[in-house]
Nanobody, 118 residues
Framework: QVQLVESGGGLVQAGGSLRLSCAAS????????MGWFRQTPGKEREFVAA????????DYADSVKGRFTISRDNAKNTVYLQMNSLKPEDTAVYHC???????????WGQGTQVTVSS
């Protein structure tokens, strides 16, 4: 059974940084494109960032461009999201996702909470 397990969330002050990790198991990680989404109560899940299987294609939501960086380590079956200059509006549950087609998602993690205080 495919598992995506996020970690690295927490409470941080505005302007601070966090690094999220997502460890994948039971899938051929290097064959999957990976992404990060976030969700707050009462709102739809929002795209944050995506990275192709080989790391060549990367996309970001406009709201995080220049502040967040997505990366992956295929040897460790892990995708990362480095978040800098965090703002209170970045507060959300962050979910990792995997897909065989770029930006078409097949699997989702349970999420990790990120809270940014002002």
């Amino acid at each position: 059974q495919v598992q995506l397990v996020e970690s690295g969330g927490g409470l941080v002050q505005a302007g601070g940084s966090l690094r999220l990790s997502c460890a994948a198991s039971e899938l051929t990680f290097s064959s999957y494109h990976m992404g990060w989404f976030r969700q707050t109560p009462g709102k739809e899940r929002e795209f944050v960032a995506a990275i192709s299987w080989n790391g060549i294609i990367i996309d970001y939501a406009d709201s995080v461009k220049g502040r967040f960086t997505i990366s992956r380590d295929n040897a460790k079956n892990t995708v990362y999201l480095q978040m800098n200059s965090l703002k209170p509006e970045d507060t959300a549950v962050y979910h990792c996702t995997a897909g065989r087609r770029y930006r078409t998602w097949d699997y989702w993690g349970q999420g990790t909470q990120v809270t940014v205080s002002s």
